[in-house]
């Protein structure tokens, strides 16, 4: 009888080896005759051992995996391509989506086919954009694609036969790798998540127009009356657009004086020129009118019509383009077949958003923004002008939002806003407080009781929550509902954003860090040989004098000593354009996502893993031990 021997019945005989390390060895060897593995470990086709999940890591491992039998044909054919997808060169089918889809079906389709975004592509399956994980984290269901993607003209793309080398530098110098994009409110998505405070020495209509145009958004605040408030939206949306819907015109009759004057006051540079049916007649710009007396009128100094270039209503980008470098102009009007103004493109649109291919856009193209408004009574008809001025997002803003005086008006504006405004209240600090507002009909909460820089309603009234604690607890409470959180105060470098973002709020809302800049309201001092610009606490005396002012515009009036302060003024350095601070910002948050393992702002909050440090642990993060230059 033949002698049967088992793996314990025997040993390998050492023999003299000339390796030197173990990384001289080579286990690669075939697994079939054509199919070669680069260890020789398989995975064995059992249900127990073998299904998609293991065939992929053992393929990442080296080795190679048998998916098992015991299951029906298209559930073993679909953990097949669930581990070739797994990882390749390049993908040659990706899976796509019609812009009509809901976040709903896309959603379950991710689930079902284990990926995390698709490509979104028309019938001709050209691009239009893309869907990830990201864009369809705070979506309603019954959102669509075309919602809620990254649109075309926000992607990098190469050619079919791009290289390896040459698409991993692409992704590298578009910094593709980090993406900031968020949500500022339910279905308003920015480009990163700086949001400039609602304060009035922080956010009027320059510093908005500057925070949308770098990526974020900016807040107006509400310490002014309704009029100068829907002015300042009003300048804001129209200070870019695709195409400009409702240009200002003029009659033929006006005068060089009475243009001027309308130019100065709405901040623009011309008028199309029309008569009572809206016909075109002729355009007037600053340099018709540079030389021109002030009783001249419009008729007399306008460039005509025959002199004009126009296009028609549903001209393309880049055709305008091309019309306006043919004929070195830099208004080109839209008339429909009866030769009636419909809209106007200027090379300064284009040129702007050639230049700013990250600022935040609506649908039009116009600038995102979003406005204050307060809890009394009148406050709902300032909402209702912010609302149709154009905002995107009204702003409930009181000190204490878990209040029923806040929560009522939440509910009365939700009713009253149309669908497409988003609608935001706060400040809360509790879980609590999120959920009532969550239930009063909010699309973001503002987090913050006492963080600000010049907020004093800690030490006032002995009230409030430690900032990182309060995103902390709040955004677990609001992540049910998917309703983002904004953390409002208390970030003083871009690391302490990335600490806040990393807590579970979606957005930051900046003062300090902003005020003191070109854009800020305000007028450069000198302070002990140093420029300044003032910064002043909303709930301080100085704003306060500031309401009495608005509010006896409008025929009522406060008592300044009613008022208990629960804020200071005081005095910022001067820091030049706001850009430059965005920009610093900005790159120290995508340092830090990157520090923590990912690429995103939900990587960033799903690998996050805060340590508790020390005095000495906090003296030893900034720079010791030197003297700085």
Request: neutral net charge.
């Given at each position: ?56 890591a ?44 809901t976040?709903?079906?896309?959603r ?17 399956h ?239 193209g ?6 204050a ?5 009148d ?5 209702e ?39 935001v ?22 987090i913050?009781?006492g ?20 995103v ?77 002012e ?80």
């Open positions: 009888m033949k002698e049967g021997l088992t793996f314990d019945d025997a040993l390998l005989v050492p023999r003299q080896s000339p390796v030197r390390s173990r990384k001289e060895i080579s286990l690669r060897t075939r697994f079939s005759r054509r199919v070669t593995i680069n260890n020789p470990i398989v995975s064995a086709n059992m249900d127990t051992v073998t299904e998609d999940a293991m065939a992929i053992v393929a990442q491992n080296g080795g190679i995996g048998v998916i098992h039998r015991f299951n029906t044909v298209e559930q073993q054919v679909a953990m097949v391509k669930r581990v070739k997808r797994a990882e390749s060169y390049v993908i040659s089918d990706p899976y796509t989506a019609s812009p009509e889809v976040v709903a079906q896309m379950q389709e991710a689930k079902l086919r284990g990926v995390g975004g698709f490509l979104i592509v028309n019938e001709t050209e691009l239009l954009g893309v869907v990830s994980t990201r864009d369809t984290l705070f979506a309603a269901p019954t959102d669509h694609a075309r919602d809620v993607m990254t649109p075309r003209d926000h992607l990098v793309v190469a050619p079919p036969d791009v290289s390896m080398s040459e698409a991993r530098q692409l992704l590298h110098q578009h910094r593709k790798e980090i993406s900031l994009r968020t949500r500022f409110s339910r279905r308003v998505t920015i480009n990163n998540p700086i949001v400039s405070a609602n304060m009035d020495t922080v956010t009027e209509d320059a510093m908005a127009i500057a925070v949308a145009q770098n990526g974020g958004i900016g807040v107006i605040h509400r310490f002014n009356t309704v009029e100068q408030q829907v002015a300042m939206v009003k300048r804001v949306k129209r200070a870019e657009s695709y195409v400009i819907s409702d240009p200002y015109t003029a009659s033929p009759e006006v005068t060089v004086a009475q243009m001027r004057q309308e130019a100065k006051l709405r901040g623009v540079g011309g008028f199309l020129i029309v008569n009572e049916t809206h016909e075109l007649l002729g355009v007037v710009s600053t340099r018709d009118t540079l030389f021109a007396a002030p009783t001249d009128h419009a008729r007399d100094v306008m460039t005509p019509r025959d002199h004009l270039v126009v296009a028609p209503p549903d001209v393309s980008m880049s055709e305008a383009r091309q019309l306006l470098h043919q004929h070195r102009k830099e208004k080109l009007p839209l008339v429909n077949d009866h030769n009636c103004v419909c809209g106007l493109i200027t090379s300064k649109d284009i040129l702007n958003h050639e230049e700013r291919p990250f600022a935040s856009l609506d649908g039009r116009q600038l995102l923004v979003a406005a408004v307060g809890v009394k009574a406050d709902v008809a300032r909402a002008a912010l609302a149709a001025a154009g905002a995107d997002a009204v702003v409930v803003d009181v000190a204490h939002g878990h209040s029923d005086i806040c929560i009522e008006q939440t509910r009365r504006l939700r009713e009253l806003l149309p669908g497409g405004v988003d609608l209240a706060g400040n809360v600090a509790t879980a609590a407080g999120v959920v009532a507002l969550i239930d009063a009909g909010v699309d973001a909460v503002k913050g009781v963080p600000g820089s010049i907020c004093t309603t800690r030490v006032v009234t002995g009230c409030g929550m430690p900032q990182l604690t309060a902390l607890d709040c955004s677990a409470a609001a992540l049910d509902t998917a309703t983002p959180v904004i953390a409002d105060g208390g970030c003083r470098t871009s690391g302490d954003l990335t600490k806040a973002l990393a807590a579970g709020a979606s957005s930051c809302m900046l003062g300090h860090l902003l005020a003191g800049t070109d854009e800020s309201p305000g007028t450069v001092l000198m302070k002990g040989g140093r420029k300044v610009k003032v910064l002043r606490g909303m709930a301080g005396y100085g704003a306060f004098m500031g309401r009495q608005a509010e006896a515009s409008e025929g009522t009036r406060g008592d300044v000593f009613d008022m208990v302060p629960e804020g200071v003024e005081a005095t910022v350095q001067y820091r030049g354009p706001v850009k430059a601070i965005i920009h610093q910002l900005v790159g120290g948050v995508a340092s830090g996502i990157s520090y923590c393992g990912g690429h995103t702002i939900t990587d960033l909050q799903r690998n996050a893993e805060f340590v508790h440090i020390s005095a000495a642990g906090m003296l030893e993060s900034g720079h010791h031990d030197v003297a700085v230059l």
